[in-house]
Nanobody, 123 residues
Framework: QLVESGGGSVQPGGSLRLSCVAS????????MGWFRQAPGKEREFVAS????????LYADSVKGRFTISRDNAKNTVYLEMNYVNVEDTAEYYC??????????????????WGQGTQVTVSS
């Protein structure tokens, strides 16, 4: 089970940190990812981190602004969002991939999904 939190409303240029707590399996074996879906759009990849945290991937649209990290002792993955803009408004989902434990941008690679947390960027 994956449970996201930390969403909310933020002004352009502001910051927000999303969290996703995992339960039920050995969290440290999973790669974790963040995806987002804006109204009327397809779900898209945001960021991914390998099981060890040693490898990360980012979508070009968030590179340099967002940071994915994990704390295996807390079974938690984070998405630090800085310099947000209105295009970052979306429902954000965390996902877990346990077959290889490698960071991946492919949605089909992920086995478990959270319910999502809404992020709204507006002035």
């Amino acid at each position: 089970q994956l449970v996201e939190s930390g969403g909310g409303s933020v002004q352009p240029g502001g910051s927000l940190r999303l969290s996703c707590v995992a339960s039920g399996r050995t969290f440290s074996n999973y790669a974790m990812g963040w995806f987002r879906q804006a109204p009327g759009k397809e779900r898209e990849f945001v960021a991914s981190i390998s099981w060890s945290g040693g490898s990360t991937l980012y979508a070009d649209s968030v590179k340099g602004r967002f940071t994915i990290s994990r704390d295996n002792a807390k079974n938690t993955v984070y998405l630090e969002m800085n310099y947000v803009n209105v295009e970052d408004t979306a429902e954000y989902y965390c996902a877990a991939e346990f077959e290889y434990g490698l960071a991946t941008s492919r949605e089909d690679d992920y086995d478990y999904w959270g319910q999502g947390t809404q992020v709204t960027v507006s002035s």
